[in-house]
């Protein structure tokens, strides 16, 4: 990458010097499968953006199925010849930085554009692709290798980025999407390329979902646990794993924060909670569904760990003031 200081303008204004060539030589080139294996994922007529459209030959495949497009690109010569072509809706945008409201596409489609990325930026391209999707899917195409590399020759050199297929993999599940399809195919111009070819579908931000126990001595004393993290008093809890139900979820995170065994008596309550982004050391807001178990203890013993720094007993109705906010009222629901 030291033969340009800045390879994507060099890459784009090459683009727009041999747009005309290029598009001479690849609108026709069919990527049939490629296309109806991707329209398989989206329903029929939804909204695709072309991520690196070119001359707008994948956006016309699209239309001619059914589906709505938009187009971009950030070679205006590329866009001149989608427009003569007949393309529809065209935007001279980055994929770095996509001019588009969250949640607008149904799919988006980037085929052999973000190889022209210094690797560095692809995570940027994804969240952005993430972005403007309506929970729905991403496909793209690479180049299998290991290099980065100018090809071309004076005044129309282009930067490409091979990849490995662990790395594409790793990228889209860093940026928001699940994998669905990972699978290679020749290049369709007989070239000595293998594409790697991925679809990808954005991971729903759903709340978390978790136990917690309220724990009551024989005097009535309810148990709390002043957490490592933030410093504040609350019932001994946490999230649920994917292969527990929501009751040994309970007595898993109790056992795992104070070292006792607990005994459901019985659910006393559920709540939705939202904590905003200070409460928690990685400074997110955290939406929250908890399911509250009245407990009682059958044994083991009060011991410090690297998420609790003290243990206490208090009278349900005098609680600590530096209190985790809806905690109370778990606990005196679990009196009732």
Same mark, same amino acid.
């Given at each position: 990458?030291?033969?340009?200081?800045?390879?994507?303008?060099?890459?784009?204004?090459?683009?727009?010097?041999?747009?005309?060539?290029?598009?001479?030589?690849?609108?026709?080139?069919?990527?049939?499968?490629?296309?109806?294996?991707?329209?398989?994922?989206?329903?029929?007529?939804?909204?695709?953006?072309?991520?690196?459209?070119?001359?707008?030959?994948?956006?016309?495949?699209?239309?001619?199925?059914?589906?709505?497009?938009?187009?971009?690109?950030?070679?205006?010569?590329?866009?001149?010849?989608?427009?003569?072509?007949?393309?529809?809706?065209?935007?001279?945008?980055?994929?770095?930085?996509?001019?588009?409201?969250?949640?607008?596409?149904?799919?988006?489609?980037?085929?052999?554009?973000?190889?022209?990325?210094?690797?560095?930026?692809?995570?940027?391209?994804?969240?952005?692709?993430?972005?403007?999707?309506?929970?729905?899917?991403?496909?793209?195409?690479?180049?299998?290798?290991?290099?980065?590399?100018?090809?071309?020759?004076?005044?129309?050199?282009?930067?490409?980025?091979?990849?490995?297929?662990? &790395?594409?993999? !790793?990228?889209? %599940?860093?940026?928001? @999407?699940?994998?669905?399809?990972? /699978?290679?195919? *020749? =290049?369709?111009?007989?070239?000595?390329?293998?594409?790697?070819?991925?679809?990808?579908?954005?991971?729903?931000?759903?709340?978390?979902?978790?136990?917690?126990?309220?724990?009551?001595?024989?005097?009535?004393?309810?148990?709390?646990?002043?957490?490592?993290?933030?410093?504040?008093?609350?019932?001994?809890?946490?999230?649920?794993?994917?292969?527990?139900?929501?009751?040994?979820?309970?007595?898993?995170?109790?056992?795992?924060?104070?070292?006792?065994?607990?005994?459901?008596?019985?659910?006393?309550?559920?709540?939705?909670?939202?904590?905003?982004?200070?409460?928690?050391?990685?400074?997110?807001?955290?939406?929250?569904?908890?399911?509250?178990?009245?407990?009682?203890?059958?044994?083991? &013993?009060?011991? !410090?760990?690297? %998420?609790?720094?003290? @243990?206490?007993?208090?009278?349900? /109705?005098?609680? *600590? =003031?530096?209190?985790?906010?809806?905690?109370?009222?778990?606990?005196?629901?679990?009196?009732?």
């Amino acid at each position: 990458m030291t033969e340009h200081a800045n390879p994507t303008e060099t890459t784009i204004a090459a683009y727009d010097r041999i747009a005309a060539e290029y598009a001479e030589r690849w609108h026709d080139t069919p990527l049939d499968a490629e296309i109806d294996r991707f329209a398989g994922y989206l329903t029929p007529g939804g909204l695709i953006l072309d991520v690196g459209c070119g001359s707008g030959r994948d956006m016309a495949a699209f239309a001619a199925r059914g589906f709505r497009t938009v187009g971009v690109d950030r070679s205006a010569g590329m866009l001149k010849i989608a427009a003569q072509k007949g393309a529809g809706s065209l935007v001279q945008a980055d994929a770095r930085r996509l001019p588009f409201v969250a949640h607008t596409f149904q799919g988006v489609w980037a085929s052999a554009s973000l190889l022209h990325l210094p690797k560095g930026d692809l995570p940027t391209a994804l969240k952005e692709s993430n972005r403007v999707l309506r929970h729905g899917h991403i496909y793209l195409s690479l180049k299998k290798g290991d290099a980065e590399t100018w090809l071309g020759e004076n005044g129309q050199k282009r930067f490409f980025v091979y990849y490995h297929p662990a &790395e594409v993999e !790793l990228a889209l %599940e860093r940026n928001g @999407f699940h994998v669905l399809d990972v /699978h290679f195919t *020749p =290049d369709a111009g007989g070239r000595d390329i293998t594409w790697i070819n991925a679809i990808g579908w954005t991971r729903l931000d759903t709340p978390r979902v978790g136990a917690c126990t309220i724990v009551f001595n024989d005097a009535g004393q309810v148990l709390l646990t002043r957490r490592a993290d933030n410093g504040l008093w609350c019932v001994p809890g946490g999230h649920m794993d994917m292969d527990e139900t929501i009751q040994r979820t309970a007595i898993r995170e109790t056992k795992e924060e104070t070292g006792l065994d607990v005994e459901i008596e019985r659910m006393s309550g559920m709540y939705s909670v939202i904590y905003p982004a200070d409460i928690f050391p990685e400074k997110k807001s955290r939406s929250v569904f908890i399911v509250a178990f009245r407990c009682k203890i059958l044994g083991g &013993e009060l011991t !410090l760990n690297e %998420e609790v720094t003290e @243990f206490g007993w208090f009278n349900p /109705h005098r609680l *600590p =003031d530096d209190m985790l906010k809806h905690h109370e009222i778990r606990i005196l629901d679990a009196l009732a």
